[in-house]
Each structure stands twice: as structure tokens, then as C-alpha cells.
């Protein structure tokens, strides 16, 4: 069990450079969750923390001991990666034992900790099989017991499910959850898919290009999203993004067909300034069932519907039957929409919308960055009813 | 030689006439048939070319020593087995065929070792100069030997120094021939085992680096094993072809056993002044091979072992 501090990481592959100025401090026995999308650097941070790549500069430091300069043996820890990397020329127990046999653990302890090991993830009677008699599942759970098998301060995971078939990697996402709760070991894990970064993280580090988004709890990226990045990426399907300015009263759409009344004194921006407003799709309501406090009517016609079975999502248009931009469809006024199952839309409709005032987020469309979460009077930062399972009712 | 198999099937044509335009008749119907038939000429072929020689050597070997001299045809002259114990009673062959094999096996163990290391490097790692690095290996494999033996042989004689400092004299010493050996067949090595190093998925080597390997203990427990064919083709191939060499091994020792002096000076010395010993030449020659063929045997093994395993399915 240790803590993990990157302080100010920068690596450069000759002239790219993959980490730009990373900082993160991990607790200890915290599930630390690094998402981003492809090529955004987050397998070169974890590969830093586990001393397989040096970092071009800046500190690496696991239970407050600088390990930078450490090769990864001594650096205490263990690692599943995304190929499962098992040693075929070995079998299951020799798998599991190799690190013990390298640092000349005697016999009986060896045994008994690869009999506990294995136990924990429920390979008993397998020991002696080679893992290329092994599913992939079964793999991927003797990678995770050679990690725990040394008991190791951290526990670093390179997609460790990324190679299984669906159903498996579910099962596998709440075993890992057990193992964590069970061992209670820090773990940083490394993954593109967020309903594992949502489900099983403590604290979730956004990466993109090189630099940290965002590091909070997962809810808190949901909801709180630090900047257009975060919550363009978290969240499925994806927030809708209107483009606009400010103005005395409030919000304005660049297209036109968009105003939100607020008090533009709450926000950090001056009035006629360049903003993009943020919608999720189940922020998005049919004006005849929606309550609370919304922003006025929109007029616009369904395009196409695409039901779920728990919820069906539906892309809006503001003028019917315009080309959509596949490039930017917010642009063209296309937005999404998730409403309930049992809702009756058609496709080619005209429907007025609104959006939920509480749950609208507000950017900086120079600097990107969150100017608020929530437009109701007075703005407030509230995220305690719009977990992304309760939809709209 | 060939011409031996050619009359056959010649005959076969003219007398059978009837049967072989049926057979031409069902090969049009059944192709494979050609095919097979094509498979059986090649093959007996090259059986023959490979096995004909050591036949020869066998008869001669079991003839009567006294009247090989006469002339050898097809069948040996009379049958006589002691030539077998002769050629270890005339001159110490045992002897030289311990300095043959610990020749060979100096060097495949020199040539695996640091061609594992070049092969790692080569194979493995990104560094800048490396594609130039690999060219003079290259380069420097298509140099004839034989242009490095005149200074090799004043060096090793200590009749020149090199930087300043004289050698120990290595001529007449395993030395002498195995390190110039191991320079000769370094890069075939080299390029066999880049080539199979470089096979091997990064993520086995990060995982025993993460496990509590360094560098080189991922090298030697995990990328080798995995590779056991490559490392198997490339020391058997420097093995044989040490085992083999004539140039640097005849003239860089003595011609006594005791002066490390190969096989081949064994083989001569059945030489004498009044007569050539032709039937201890070939007793001796197929003594000699036995050692080879029982590594390659035994190699062979484990080649297909480690390919059967699905040693590099990931």
C-alpha cells in the first residue's frame, strides 16, 4: 500500500511529446482510474509510474520514495497489461511464482502464497495447466494473480479487459472491484472504455493530448465537468454542445433558435462573450411532460430515433430536413435527446423541447474552461438528482 | 549420379509401353498423381546425392584394408570391421576428436552469448546508428577468412603486438582458433536471433522486468526460452560448421593431438610415408560425424518441441 505523486512528468518521443507537464497525486488504497482517448498519453504515464519508460523529466515517487531513477523490480510493484503477457513456456504456478523465484522466497511461502493467490481469483486446480490451454478470461485471471501474488504496494492495470468479449469483461470489472475491496491496495488503472473508468474508480484522471483535464470522483466529471474536453468525452452518448454568446439576459444560440434567461452576473464572463452551452441528451426534455424550471420552448422535428430498450435516443433537428454536419452536428442545430422507453416519438415530427435549466453547463468557447454548472436562479453547482441512470421521467 | 535413377524409369518407358500411356491417361484424370510422381524422382534424387557419399565411406571403411589400395567399385572388397579399433590404436583419433568438439563447443557457446546480446540490441531496442550498426555486421560477414589469417597468425605467434601489448601466444591453444572462429560466424548468429528476439511481444519482457528482472535476466529467462528455435538453428549451424572448419583449425594448432591439432590432422596422419590408410581415412571420417549426428538428433527435438508447444502463440 502506497501513495503515488507524479510531480511535473514530461516525456518526449523525439520531437512529440506524449506527457506535456503531468501532475497527480494518488492516495493510498485509492482506484485511480486514467481515461482518455486513444494516443492521448495515459499508457505513457502508466508505464512511468512503472519505470518501463523514463520520463524526459520531472518526479516519480510511490509510498514517498523517488523511484524516477529505480528500474521497475525495485520499484514495488505489479502490472496486468493489455495482452495479458503471460510467459507460455511456463506454467500457471510458474507463472504466478516467477517474481517470488526471482527474489528467492523459499519454497513453503511460495507455495502458500500462490495457493491464496490463486484462490482470490479463483483458479484452484489449475496450476499446473500451460496458458495456452487457458480461455482468455482464465488468462487474464492468472495475470491478476501474479500481480497479487507479491503483494505489492501499487497495482498498475493497462487495459486489462480491453482484449475480452463483453460479458466477460463485466464479470471481470466486478471481480477486480472484489479483489480491490478485498486487498484494498492502491490501483491505477488504464482504460479507454469510461463505464469501467465510471463504475470501479475512486477518482478519475482525464488525459488528453498530454495534459490532465480534470482528476475527481466520476460523478464529479459527470456533473461537474472542468472543461468542454471533459464532458464532451465522459458521458455516452455524448453531451450536446451549442455554440452562443452572452448576452444582458443571458444565453443566445449563434443559430438563433436558442435563448436561456439567466443572470449573467454569475458567471465568470463578461456579457458578449463567446460561450458554448452544454446539454446532456437526458437534459433534454419534450416540452409537454417537463417540469421544474426550463427554458423556453425550441421547435424542432425528429430525425431519426434509435431505442435502446431501456431508453431511446432521438436526434433533434431545428430546421427540417437539414444536412446535418457530420463534422460538427451541433453547428447545424442537430441535438440528441434520450428519453424513456415508453415515450411515444416518431421519426420526421415536429416536437418542442426544452432543456433542463439546473442541468445545463456553461464553457468558455476561447479557453474551454467550465463557467457553470447549473443556469437556475440563482446558479447552482448541483449534481445530487442527475445521476446518468435516472434519465427523465 | 543422377543418371543412375534416369535409365530406370527410361526402361520402364520403352519396355511397358501399354502400361505407361494408361498411366499418362489416369495422371491427365488425377494431376496429383504427377505430382507424386514428380515428389518420388526429386526426392530420390537428393536421397541418393546425400546418401551415396556416406555409403562409400562406410564400404570402404569395412573393407580389407590391404587391397583398398587396389581399387574400390560399388561393393567392398572383402569385410573388415577392425579398421574401427585400428584408426584409435595407429594415432590418438579420440584425442582429436576432443579438440574438434571443444573447438565447437567454445565457440557456440562465445557466438550464442554475445550474438544473444547483439540480437537483443539489434532486435529489441531503438537507438540511433542502428541500421548502420547492422551493415557493417553485414560487411564484415563477406570478408574471406582467409584475408584475416596472415596477422591473426603473426598476432597469436606474439610476433606483432597489438596496442602496445603482446598477446599471450595462443597459437596451438583453443584460442587460437576459437576466437577467430567466433568472429567468422558471429553474424549469421547475430541475424538469426535478431530476427527471433525481435519476435517476441514487448509486453513478455515488460511483464518479468515488472516481475523482478532486469534487462538481461528478461533476456536470458524469457526471451531465449521463447526463441529455443532460433537459438537451437544458430548454435547448431556454428556448432557443425566449427566442428567442420579446415583453414583456421588446421593451421593455427599443431599437428600432434596434444598440440591441439583438429580431426582432420587425425585423418592425415593415417598418412605415411609408404601408404595411404584409405580404409582408416573413412572409419575414422565416420566416427567423426557421430558426434554431430547425435547434437543434431538431439537438437532436432527440441526445435520441434519448441515449436509445437505454441511457444509464441500469445
Redesign the interface.
Known amino acids: 500500500m502506497a501513495t503515488i505523486e507524479l510531480e511535473h512528468i514530461r516525456k518526449e518521443y523525439g520531437t512529440d511529446i506524449a506527457i506535456e507537464d503531468l501532475n497527480l497525486d494518488i492516495e493510498d488504497g485509492e482506484f485511480i482510474t486514467l481515461v482518455g482517448p486513444s494516443g492521448c498519453g495515459k499508457s505513457t504515464t502508466i508505464e512511468t509510474i512503472?519505470?518501463?519508460t523514463k520520463p524526459t523529466s520531472g518526479t516519480v515517487s510511490i509510498g514517498e520514495r523517488d523511484v524516477t531513477k529505480l528500474?521497475?523490480?525495485d520499484r514495488g510493484?505489479?502490472?496486468v497489461?493489455?495482452?495479458?503477457?503471460?510467459?507460455?513456456?511456463k506454467d500457471v504456478y510458474d507463472n504466478i511464482s516467477?517474481?517470488l523465484q526471482?527474489?528467492k522466497f523459499d519454497e513453503a511461502e511460495i507455495d502458500k502464497r500462490v495457493e491464496k493467490a490463486a484462490d482470490t481469483v479463483q483458479l484452484n486446480g489449475m496450476l499446473d495447466r500451460?496458458p495456452?490451454e487457458m480461455s482468455g478470461g482464465q488468462r487474464q485471471r492468472v495475470a491478476i494473480a501474479?500481480a497479487i501474488v507479491?503483494q505489492p504496494d501499487a497495482f498498475l492495470m493497462d487495459e486489462p479487459l480491453a482484449n475480452l468479449d463483453a460479458e466477460l469483461r463485466v464479470h471481470m470489472r466486478t471481480q477486480l472491484q472484489r479483489i480491490h475491496d478485498e486487498l484494498d491496495t492502491t490501483i491505477v488503472y488504464v482504460t479507454h472504455d469510461q463505464a469501467q473508468a465510471m463504475t470501479m474508480s475512486d477518482r478519475i484522471a482525464v488525459i488528453d493530448d498530454g495534459d490532465l483535464q480534470q482528476f475527481a470522483p466520476p460523478l464529479e466529471c459527470y456533473n461537474e465537468p472542468a472543461n468542454l474536453f471533459v464532458a464532451g468525452f465522459i458521458g455516452s452518448p455524448a453531451m450536446n454542445f451549442i455554440e452562443g454568446h452572452l448576452t444582458a439576459q443571458g444565453f443566445e444560440s449563434d443559430a438563433g433558435y436558442l435563448d436561456v434567461e439567466f443572470d449573467p452576473s454569475t458567471v465568470d464572463a463578461a456579457v458578449g462573450q463567446d460561450v458554448v452551452l452544454g446539454a446532456r441528451p437526458e437534459h433534454v426534455l419534450p416540452s409537454d411532460t417537463a417540469t421544474g424550471d426550463v427554458t423556453a420552448q425550441i421547435d424542432t422535428y425528429t430525425d431519426v430515433t434509435e431505442p435502446m430498450g431501456k431508453e431511446i435516443f432521438v436526434y433533434l433537428v431545428t430546421d427540417q430536413g437539414a444536412t446535418v454536419d457530420m463534422e460538427d452536428p451541433g453547428a447545424s442545430g442537430q441535438l440528441l435527446m434520450s428519453v424513456g422507453p415508453a415515450a411515444d416519438v416518431g421519426e420526421d415530427e415536429p416536437l418542442s423541447v426544452v432543456f433542463d435549466k439546473s442541468n445545463l453547463h456553461l464553457f468558455d468557447a476561447d479557453s474551454e474552461v467550465a463557467l457553470a454548472h447549473g443556469l437556475s436562479e440563482p446558479a447552482t453547482v448541483d449534481g445530487s438528482e442527475d445521476t446518468p441512470a435516472s434519465a427523465d421521467d | 549420379m543422377s543418371q543412375s535413377t534416369q535409365p530406370e524409369t527410361d526402361s520402364t518407358d520403352t519396355d511397358t509401353g501399354g502400361l505407361f500411356t494408361n498411366w499418362v491417361d489416369s495422371a491427365i484424370a488425377n494431376p496429383k498423381k504427377v505430382y507424386r510422381a514428380m515428389f518420388a524422382t526429386v526426392a530420390i534424387f537428393f536421397l541418393f546425392t546425400t546418401l551415396f557419399p556416406l555409403y562409400w565411406l562406410t564400404m570402404i571403411a569395412f573393407s580389407d584394408g590391404s587391397r583398398v589400395s587396389e581399387g574400390v567399385g560399388l561393393l567392398p572388397t572383402g569385410f573388415d570391421p577392425s579398421s574401427f579399433i585400428e584408426i584409435f590404436q595407429q594415432v590418438p583419433f579420440h584425442l582429436y576428436m576432443f579438440n574438434s568438439l571443444v573447438f565447437a563447443t567454445l565457440t557456440t557457446i562465445f557466438v550464442l552469448l554475445i550474438a544473444s546480446l547483439a540480437g537483443y540490441a539489434f532486435g529489441r531496442l531503438q537507438f540511433r546508428g542502428k541500421r548502420p550498426m547492422m551493415l557493417a555486421v553485414l560487411v564484415i560477414s563477406f570478408f574471406p577468412p582467409a584475408a584475416f589469417f596472415i596477422p591473426l597468425f603473426q598476432l597469436f605467434n606474439q610476433q606483432i603486438s597489438f596496442l602496445g601489448i603482446t598477446p599471450p601466444e595462443l597459437y596451438s591453444t583453443p584460442g587460437g582458433v576459437v576466437i577467430p572462429l567466433s568472429a567468422v560466424f558471429l553474424p549469421l548468429a547475430i541475424f538469426i536471433l535478431t530476427t527471433f528476439y525481435g519476435q517476441i511481444p514487448d509486453g513478455l519482457e515488460d511483464a518479468a522486468r515488472i516481475e523482478g528482472t532486469t534487462r538481461l535476466g528478461a533476456l536470458f529467462r524469457v526471451i531465449v526460452p521463447l526463441s529455443a528455435p532460433g537459438v537451437a538453428t544458430a548454435g547448431i549451424l556454428t556448432f557443425i560448421a566449427v566442428y567442420n572448419e579446415f583453414f583456421f583449425s588446421f593451421l593455427m594448432t599443431g599437428a600432434a593431438a596434444q598440440d591441439w591439432a583438429p580431426i582432420v590432422d587425425g585423418i592425415i596422419s593415417y598418412r605415411s610415408q609408404f601408404q595411404v590408410r584409405y580404409d582408416l581415412m573413412a572409419a575414422a571420417s565416420i566416427v567423426a560425424v557421430l558426434p554431430v549426428a547425435t547434437l543434431v538428433v538431439i537438437a532436432q527435438e527440441k526445435i520441434v518441441s519448441g515449436l509445437t508447444s505454441g511457444a509464441l502463440k500469445e
Do not use: V
Open positions: 512503472a519505470g518501463l528500474p521497475p523490480k510493484i505489479a502490472m497489461f493489455q495482452n495479458i503477457a503471460l510467459f507460455p513456456h516467477f517474481g526471482l527474489r500451460m495456452s501474479r507479491r
